[in-house]
């Protein structure tokens, strides 16, 4: 199988859909929204404009939850914007972060993950789904319009969480850094979960890419974001963080402000090192992003989810990354895996 190069943005009003056309021409297969409605707009409006905008990009939330949605809820949006895009939808679901945090509550559960996951599944293949009060609930409405499948991923630090995307829905999005360290242990970790299966297995991973000739440049660019995943990591376990970034992690996890979730100037992001940034993110020039994300590919990923700058990003810094990743990393990376 090719390798899938992905966009992760935010579904900010007015701009989201210039960037779904732009992801389209830059040659990504498909763009994923942030889900976090303190921080950002609503992702499946923006993902339905961005719909009727393209014709080939494959249109998604990421991260959604299921506690701040509903899984019927997300599952009636997702057979929508599967109908409405000619069969381009897809997901990532995770435990929840900002959209949780920010309202105060907590992330769901592994328990409670693996059970949404069901229910999102169930609704979304038409299925009677037990719900509350001993209620057995159906989408009846989804069946006739013969929407295909709508493909479910697992976002994923730990080992637990790894193991409920691997074995139920066969894809796992690693929010785990670029260390190849981290990567290989996570990637090992889901071929874990499902050996003796004969089920396909999915394997991608969000990684913060700045492409720049001032390498100093590049780390500020993505900063902030690197912030949200090393926050991530520092909640797994400590045992399977290589030793020269426990202390880092572990200083995040202290200082974490939510209220400064996603930007560059937040204390938790002024934590990391550069030499950190320099592993846990891919950042430089167009030849060291190529490098090493063709590093990464090659532990088994079948899909790089490119998160490009930070919440607070200067907006033309950000598109001059974004447009030489795609002029001078993309291409490279499509020659050296296959992919097109």
Known sequence: MSTEFWLHGFPVPRRATALAVQAEAWGFDGLLLADSENLVGDPYVELALAARSTQRLR??????????????????????????????????LGRGDSAVRQLGLHPATTEELEQGLDQLQGFLGGRAVPSGGGVAARMGWIEPFHADEVPVSVAATGPTTIAVGARHCGRVDFTVGADPRRVAWAVAE?????????????????????????TAVARDLVRGSAAIFAHFVSEGPHDVVPDDDRAVVERVRAA??????????????????DAFLDRFAVVGSPEHCTTRLRELIDLGLDRIIVVPGS???????????????????????RTATGAG
Do not use: K, M
């Open 311 to 333: 919440r607070d990003a200067d907006p033309d810094v950000l598109a001059a990354s974004n447009e030489l990743f795609a002029a001078e990393v993309l291409p490279r990376l």
């Open 59 to 92: 249109l998604g939330p990421a991260v959604t939850n299921p506690v701040t949605r509903h899984p019927a809820v997300t599952a009636s949006a997702l057979a929508t914007l599967q109908i409405e895009s000619g069969g381009r939808a897809v997901v990532v």
């Open 190 to 214: 889901a071929r874990r979960a499902v050996q003796g299966q004969r089920a396909a297995l999915s394997l991608g991973a969000f990684v913060n890419v700045a492409v720049h000739p001032d």
């Open 256 to 273: 974490y402000d939510e209220a400064a979730h996603g930007l560059t100037t937040a204390g938790q992001a002024t934590l990391l090192p």
